[in-house]
DNA sequence: TTGCGCCGAGAACGATCGTTCTCTACTGTA
DNA sequence: TACAGTAGAGAACGATCGTTCTCGGCGCAA
């Protein structure tokens, strides 16, 4: 009874046959099957569903241009996935670029999620420090990693899109933002920090096109050195 | 009177605004003006102008594909920035991804260059390692950079084109043994090659998203830090 | 029950792109 | 000079894609 027909068809929609999207430990599923109360208001439900569709759509499409790269899926296919029609879709976001950034942002969340697991509970800042790279190698040894989402879209579009060129380098900045912070954490200045950030894109990119899943363990041994160089031997 | 009239048009075309192909150090600009006498036989002079016009059209695409990525440029502009009719193009390569390939091995001997010239004349094998970083500097402050071309092509078209894939792989790996090369020349295992070539590739990266050129100095650095904990202090 | 408004399904539209085809002009040769 | 062959210019074609529009059905209020 919750809902009308067409919600629940749409509700067990194919979710691409994969499970989360790609990025390591996340397993988000993105609908919640959690509605507020049954229906409630009407207003109330159409707004809880506007929410599930968004994410349905941006999962979907996240999927997708993931796997096969952004220009290579069409707004149909992301349709067919999302199982909305393209009106929905269209009400959601206006244009494919909008897309393109809502799944942009969605994934910087999964990655920063991702990133804070990996560093909770670690005591020893040195050991919080490296739990980056054992993040990474979870990552890479997930049957979809195809490398940085962010690198992808960037050699992609960053040419023709300055919102995605933007998004990458606000993605890339964070990331080394956070590292710096670990860094400081754990005794180091920021030339050190800076590196760190170095050895774990360059183990992104040589994990992704060399197939190469041990890239996160040589850049962790690196790190190991670096910092202990920096910070004088333990 | 050298060549016929409609090849002496073709002759001059514009070399789409830029010199050389966006990588450091390169200057090739592929027309080198060398017929072979005036015009000789026939057959050896259509021979000739086959490699030009292929060179031209390679070098054409290259910066295109470079600078815009290579779905944003279609087979016909690439036919006006090389100044050779549609037909022609089609008869050199029978089909763009064949064209992209072209333009990725040209690219590759181009990178192969650089690095043998960065590396040429240096004494110390030290110095030579770490004048890949230099190199890459180089590079880096170009102002056309904009990334490696095989990790943008890779974002792109790797997922859709094993050819592409392949070509990316290559690349990468010929660069890895490259390094492996020069690490035991300075006396340095396989595991310290493989770690520098990772700070290589995360300072490219780093480079074209961040638009920080000194990722080039920072890889440096940790280079430098990493060879001397691996080979002992100097 | 009747009318109204919303939404899904999918056709339609215009633009672009890779590729092929046609037409024309020109070159070299007998 | 007449002719055969070639190559360039660009039209044409089929496919795809982003986006919009139309149609038909359903839920809901009076």
């Not at 409630?40 to 241009?65: G, M, P």
């Amino acid at each position: 009874m919750a809902g009308t027909r067409g919600r629940d068809v749409t509700d067990e929609v194919p979710r691409t046959g994969r499970a989360g999207t790609g990025q390591a430990g996340s397993g988000t599923t993105s609908a919640r099957r959690a509605r507020t109360g049954t229906t409630s208001t009407r207003r109330a439900s159409t707004a809880a569903t506007q929410v599930e569709v968004r994410e349905r759509i941006v999962a979907a499409a996240d999927a997708l241009y993931y796997a096969r790269g952004i220009q290579a899926v069409g707004m149909d296919e992301v349709r067919t996935a999302a199982g909305v029609s393209l009106k929905r879709l269209y009400a959601e976001f206006p244009g494919k670029e909008q897309l393109v950034l809502a799944v942009l942002e969605s994934r910087h969340h999964q990655w920063e999620d991702g990133l804070g697991r990996a560093a909770a509970g670690v005591e020893d800042p040195r050991t919080r420090l490296l739990a980056i790279f054992d993040f990474l190698e979870e990552w890479f040894t997930d049957e979809t990693f195809r490398g940085c989402g962010f690198i992808n879209a960037f050699g992609e579009l960053g040419a023709t899109s300055p919102a995605v060129a933007a998004a990458a380098r606000e993605h890339k900045q964070t990331f080394q933002d956070h590292v710096a912070r670990l860094t400081r954490d754990a005794g180091g200045d920021e030339t050190l920090g800076a590196q760190l950030a170095l050895l774990a894109e360059g183990a992104q990119t040589t994990a992704a096109i060399a197939g190469r899943a041990d890239a996160a363990r040589q850049a962790r041994r690196a790190a190991e050195v670096l910092i202990d160089a920096a910070l004088g031997a333990r």
